[in-house]
């Protein structure tokens, strides 16, 4: 029997999703720094993405034992709910922005991650009743080209918004633009943040 390649610690009921890591993590960065908050949630796409490599490896061996389960629920919370917010932080409060800061120049750039968000959500579409099988416990693999579809999908994504994207912006923003981003992206999650006197 293939030894076992353990899991990151998701709890089964409790995955942490982008708000809940970065209120738990106080080194994560706040509502204050937008954009490093959409840099923290690259990279925990990232962890989901590496969990899910190894549940389409853990699956021929161990089967949809507890581990699986586990491991597909927390990627399924994460997708549900925290990727389809970091898509709307970017094409809701960043992408507009940057496009009246920046008329003439990040226009391709912003269609090009529109169109990778699509493509993204439709990898998600396909890759979750598979997912949703494995936390029921009623399916037992993943085919392994779908993971590496969209995890490639996804590492093309992110190092264009890292290279591209995120230092477009930081140039581009002042400090109530950047506060304002902030603000919307709380209110997306539901999260109150202080309001600065003025």
């Known amino acids: ?3 076992r390649e353990p899991f990151p610690p998701n709890p089964p009921d409790d995955a942490t999703t982008m708000i809940d890591s970065l209120l738990s993590d106080p080194t994560a960065p706040a509502f204050d720094n937008p954009l490093g908050m959409l840099a923290a949630c690259h990279r925990r796409i990232e ?15 161990h089967g ?3 581990d699986a389960r586990a491991a597909a629920r927390g990627i399924l919370k994460y997708f549900d709910s925290a990727a389809p917010n970091h898509h709307a932080d970017e094409e809701e409060s960043l992408f507009p922005r940057l496009e009246d800061a920046l008329p003439s120049r990040p226009m391709s750039l912003l269609a090009e991650l529109e169109d990778d968000h699509a493509a993204l959500t439709a990898h998600w579409r396909k890759l979750r009743p598979l997912l949703a099988g494995i936390a029921a416990g009623q399916r037992a693999n993943l085919p392994p080209r779908q993971v590496a579809q969209i995890a490639e999908a996804y590492a093309a994504h992110i190092a264009r918004e ?6 477009l912006a930081a140039k581009a923003f002042d400090a109530a633009t950047i506060a304002k981003i902030g603000r919307e992206m709380a209110q997306r999650r539901n999260v109150a943040v202080a309001t ?3």
């Open 64 to 66: 949809c034992d507890a």
């Open 196 to 198: 600065p006197v003025a």
């Open 1 to 3: 029997m293939p030894a």
């Open 162 to 167: 890292e290279s591209q994207l995120l230092p």
């Open 47 to 61: 962890r989901q993405l590496a969990t899910l490599s190894r549940l389409q490896r853990h699956l021929p061996a």
